[in-house]
């Protein structure tokens, strides 16, 4: 019986701010990072054409386009792993019973 009361106390959110907090925190995190690492295909082709501005805004556009699915799976990639990684340091790295509302946090 006493284990139904524990686990009715973590699936509270209310019951911890401070993991929901955490939670929110590391996802802006993840996020932060996955937007870097996506943006590094723009940053390539950028050099492969010598940082040409003007040619980057004419046709990079044309190539999301032409490659869609390419890119669709390399975007979809990134923010798998850098979602679904930074979330299981997060809970590894958490040893109390805080496991649910860490990931409202990372829900929210």
Excluded: C
């Excluded at 009715?8 to 925190?25: N, W």
């Excluded at 975007?75 to 509302?101: C, N, P």
């Amino acid at each position: 019986m006493s284990d139904v009361v524990k686990l009715r106390d973590v699936a509270d959110p209310r019951g911890d701010p401070i993991a929901i907090g955490t939670g929110i925190l590391f996802m802006l995190v993840a996020m932060s990072v996955q937007d870097t690492i996506q943006n590094i295909a723009a940053l390539i082709y950028l050099g492969i054409h010598g940082f040409n501005l003007q040619l980057f805004i004419g046709q990079y556009s044309k190539i999301e386009f032409k490659y869609s699915l390419e890119f669709a799976l390399y975007l979809g990639a990134v923010a798998a792993v850098m979602q679904e990684t930074l979330t299981y340091i997060v809970v590894k790295r958490d040893q109390s019973a805080t496991h649910f509302t860490l990931g409202w946090g990372f829900q929210l």
